[in-house]
């Protein structure tokens, strides 16, 4: 049997970050990294099916099939050193895996702690750390007996949800009946709903080794996440700024590092989204246990001016991070398509100016390609990334981009 650390990696679909991930993993010294897929594994970028060791396609992510592919491949590679998946839905099942196998890693009570909301919350909430007042709820009449105790607007949303799928705001009582019912509120399938939080929604990005936070980022959301789901024509941003380590977000980082311990977090990247409201107080949303999207991990990579997504995978096989020094802001505009809902890009207005105006701090791009379908993800249907030494100079360039760049869909 070849020689070094058997590393398993779950990726049910070859999504573009995933791919990333796995090419880190496989190509991490000292590894001989397994699959287990959904996916057709033609799909996936023939550089990184080479560098597998072997690849197993499974019917689903239910505990018991990973369990059994690993199993499989345990047979053929020995005994797995680490079990690994990105996707935040898989989280607690590989917990439950590494639990039944004896495979190292955070475990299915941690793991849940990130996962289900209400849990989450209710943890924050006894370590006396600031959360949005919250219910688990199972009918429209128990979601009537929460707005009465706190008011409009609230956040109805599932309770181990991701990327704010599935969330609706609901500013009235139709509005959360009809949320409700959608999110299916029954006694056996409770909902989440919370207080919708008004303030500035950020992120907070820590990595640690052995529950020590060890290095720290954060990003800015314009406008707040929800708010582009809400509208699948609204053009975001994401911003890195140069200023992480100002004393302005000393209380940020006290909380969130309390946030982590109190949820039992091991060795990682976490994801916290967070408020800044009007009264300069900071609450927590909810924290996830695995590295973020909006391409935040490339955003990181280049303001830091370090590989991130190897990075991750030499902290989470040989828990090692050399913590880097920031020398860039960083941000990403997100462009989506405008007109025919559901239908396919057409046209792209305003590259030629945009290039122009902000060409020089373009790092990196993927623009849609024409006859490409509307995208049901927040991302849209591409994205522009780009790089400077000024936060100023970086949300400039952000809005210059998303205020000339239109993506026609017909």
């Known amino acids: 049997m070849a020689s070094g650390h058997h590393v398993v990696f779950v990726a049910p679909f070859f999504l573009e970050a995933t791919v990333r ?11 001989r990294c397994t699959l287990l897929h959904q996916d057709a594994l033609e799909r996936l970028d023939a550089g990184v099916r080479h560098l597998l060791t072997d690849a197993l396609r499974l019917e689903s992510t239910e505990p018991q099939r990973i369990a059994d592919g690993v199993r499989t491949l345990s047979g053929r590679h020995g005994a797995p050193y680490r079990l690994l998946a990105t996707l935040e839905q898989l989280q607690v099942p590989i917990a439950e895996v590494r639990q039944a196998l004896g495979i190292p890693g955070m475990l299915p009570n941690e793991a849940n702690n990130f996962r289900d909301k209400s849990v989450m919350k209710e943890a924050l909430g006894q370590a006396g750390l600031p959360v949005a007042r919250h219910a ?40 959360l009946e009809a949320a409700l019912i959608a999110a299916r ?13 008004q303030g500035l929604e950020r992120s907070f990005e820590v990595v640690s080794i052995a529950g020590r936070p060890v290095w720290h980022s954060m990003t800015w959301y314009e406008p707040r996440p929800l708010e ?11 911003t890195l700024p140069r200023e992480v380590g100002d004393s302005a977000y000393d209380e940020v ?8 311990k109190a949820l039992g977090m091991g060795t990682g990247i976490s994801h ?14 909810e924290i996830a246990a695995r590295p973020p999207g909006a391409n935040i991990i490339r955003l990181n990579s280049l303001a830091f001016e370090r590989d991130f997504f190897k990075a991750w995978a030499e902290l989470v096989i040989h828990e090692r991070f050399d913590p880097p020094e920031q020398k860039w802001a960083a941000g990403a505009a997100f462009l989506r398509g405008q007109g025919r809902p559901g239908g396919r890009v057409v046209r792209i207005h305003g590259l030629d100016e945009a290039q122009r105006e902000v ?21 849209g249907e591409g994205w522009v990334l780009v790089r400077a030494s ?10 210059r981009v998303i205020g000339l760049v239109r993506v026609e869909l017909g």
């Not at 582009?228 to 994401?238: A, G, N, R, S």
């Not at 701090?361 to 991302?379: C, D, H, K, M, W």
Request: overall charge positive.
């Open 21 to 31: 991930f796995i090419h880190a993993v496989a190509s991490t010294p000292g590894v």
């Open 136 to 175: 688990r709820v199972h009918s429209v009449s128990e979601g009537r007996a929460f707005i009465r105790r706190v008011g409009l607007p609230v956040v109805v949303k599932p309770p181990a949800g991701a990327g704010s799928i599935a969330t609706w705001r609901c500013d009235g009582d139709k509005e």
């Open 185 to 197: 509120a029954a006694p056996n399938h409770p909902v989440q709903v919370e207080e919708f939080v």
């Open 228 to 238: 582009v789901l809400q509208q699948p024509w609204i053009q975001w941003t994401v």
């Open 253 to 260: 980082r006290r909380i969130g590092f309390a946030s982590l």
């Open 272 to 285: 916290m989204e967070w408020f800044r409201k009007r009264d300069n107080s900071v609450v927590v949303s």
């Open 359 to 379: 060409g020089p701090l373009v790092v990196e791009a993927r623009l849609p390609a024409i006859g490409t379908p509307q995208n049901s993800s927040y991302e």
């Open 390 to 399: 000024t936060t100023a100079e970086v949300q400039h360039a952000l809005r």
